[in-house]
């Protein structure tokens, strides 16, 4: 696991997007992440459409469905989740695809 923390606020079901957000900022220059940005690997790490999944961590959470897209301050990002994910499959699937100590920010929504 990183020694990266993300800080994970969880969309409520058919309410707005996820967030994963973590301490040190890396913004772009010249369009593109520095090496030290967690997720420089990818190859479209801001995007507004769906790239093609890749082998990284944001193109394997890409490929369970999820729209997401880096912000260009390098301190987060923004995703949407596909359509029927539970709020628990959610959790699963950022820990999944995310080699960072996941801190979750907002409680599980009421029934």
């Not at 801001?46 to 959470?61: A, H, S, W």
Request: hydrophobic content about 35%; aromatic content about 10%; some cysteine.
């Amino acid at each position: 696991m990183s020694e990266i923390a993300a800080k994970y606020y969880c969309p409520l079901p058919g309410v707005g997007k996820g967030n994963l957000l973590w301490d040190a900022a890396n913004p772009m220059r010249g369009g593109k992440f520095p090496p030290s940005h967690p997720l420089a690997t990818n190859p479209e790490p801001m995007t507004i459409g769906r790239p093609e999944p890749t082998d990284d961590p944001l193109g394997k959470f890409r490929a369970l469905g999820y729209w997401a897209s880096c912000f260009p301050e390098g301190d987060g990002l923004c995703f949407d989740a596909p359509e029927g994910v539970t709020f628990e499959q959610m959790i699963a699937d950022v820990r999944t695809c995310f080699p960072w100590r996941i801190v979750v920010k907002r409680a599980k929504p009421d029934a």
